[in-house]
């Protein structure tokens, strides 16, 4: 009876064999036991108890101030209030859940609902930076869309140096360019360059270009240690690269050097005593198949130059070989001809002499 004299309470049906009400805008102290009688003979009742949720609040992250400097310990809060039953906390950081944390769980003020809190406790490095942490609060009220919180971390970390080449094998006579990559939080000012502990020995040559270093036309003095310096309002830090100029390699191919015109003369003279007097000569002979400027294949080249010479020895052997025959056959046909004219054997002896006398003045003659 005192349940229908609520307002928010209607009576939906009414009949011999149900009895409907209806509850709007529930609270926490709608919760209880409700009687439904139905007045027979006899009477029968009957009763529902009535449980009601408490939502939990949206969670609220505490502990975090801007910024944080890196190797810092930080400790982050998550609190929700009104929940019932107490609702659940978890934590997570790119995605990860974070599982060692602590939890806290007290009974509110009207002794039916939770505050619930879980604290986060991490050492921040330079990766944080820039990384969401998320408290998310799962409750059975909430139907599988759970509420959630973010923290967005900012971390100051002094700077990180790395000096990138742009050609790995530096040549001289090349031009070369140092990157100086440089992060920090916050971002570190213009780099400083120095070589080998000083200033830079040749600005014209060595231009810097906001974080690079560009040096014109290598040569052997460039050789040394060169060092990029970045400094923020955290810290400093630097990198080195040490440069030595190499000589320019080689790039010539193994040739054979072939004169533009070439030749193989071999002059042979043969003079015979006999009358008349017969002289062979053979001179410039010339391989006919190397042309003024030729540059074809080494080894076809001198196959050639080779059969031209083998080629010409064995003419030489050939005529050499025919003047010894011609002159010994000359030498007997001389004598023969003395002892032909003479009327016995002692003047053919004698002609045969004389006629090897005159032939070897003939021979002095034209030697």
Request: charged share 20%.
């Amino acid at each position: 009876g005192n349940a229908l004299r609520d307002n928010r309470i209607e009576l939906v049906r009414a009949s011999w064999h149900e009895l409907s009400i209806s509850v709007s805008d529930v609270s926490l102290s709608d919760e209880g036991q409700y009687t439904c009688s139905l007045f027979t003979m006899p009477v029968k009742t009957s009763k529902a108890y009535l449980t009601v949720l408490g939502v939990p609040e949206k969670p609220q992250i505490s502990g975090f101030s801007s910024p944080v400097m890196e190797g810092d310990l930080m400790q982050l809060t998550c609190k929700t209030s009104g929940s019932k039953p107490a609702a659940d906390i978890r934590w997570f950081k790119n995605d990860k859940e974070i599982k060692d944390v602590k939890y806290l769980k007290e009974e509110d003020a009207n002794r039916k609902t939770f505050t619930v809190s879980s604290t986060l406790d991490f050492r921040v490095d330079r990766s944080d930076d820039g990384v969401a942490v998320i408290c998310r609060v799962d409750h059975e009220s909430l139907n599988a869309t759970p509420q959630v919180a973010m923290q967005v971390l900012e971390i100051h970390y002094t700077p990180s140096v790395k000096i990138i080449p742009s050609t790995p094998f530096p040549q001289e006579g090349q031009p070369l360019i140092l990157t100086c990559e440089s992060k920090g939080k916050p971002l570190p000012e213009p780099v400083l360059w120095t070589k080998d502990g000083g200033e830079l020995p040749d600005p014209d040559r060595m231009v810097v270009s906001g974080r690079e270093l560009n040096i014109l036309f290598l040569n052997k003095t460039d050789n040394g240690t060169y060092r990029c310096e970045a400094t923020n309002t955290i810290g400093q830090s630097s990198a080195e690269y040490v440069l030595i100029v190499h000589d320019v390699p080689n790039t010539l191919l193994p040739t054979t050097i072939i004169p533009s015109l070439t030749t193989a003369t071999v002059t042979t003279t043969v003079a015979i005593t006999t009358s008349p007097t017969t002289s062979a000569t053979t001179s410039s002979v010339r391989d006919p198949n190397a042309l003024a400027g030729q540059t074809g294949p080494d080894h076809a080249l001198i196959g050639g130059i080779v059969a031209v010479v083998v080629f010409v020895t064995l003419c030489s052997i050939f005529l050499l070989g025919r003047y010894l025959a011609r002159h010994k056959g000359t030498y007997l046909t001389n004598e023969a001809k003395g002892a032909e004219d003479a009327p016995d054997a002692d003047t053919a002896i004698i002609n045969a002499e004389g006629s090897q006398v005159n032939a070897e003045e003939k021979k002095e003659y034209f030697i």
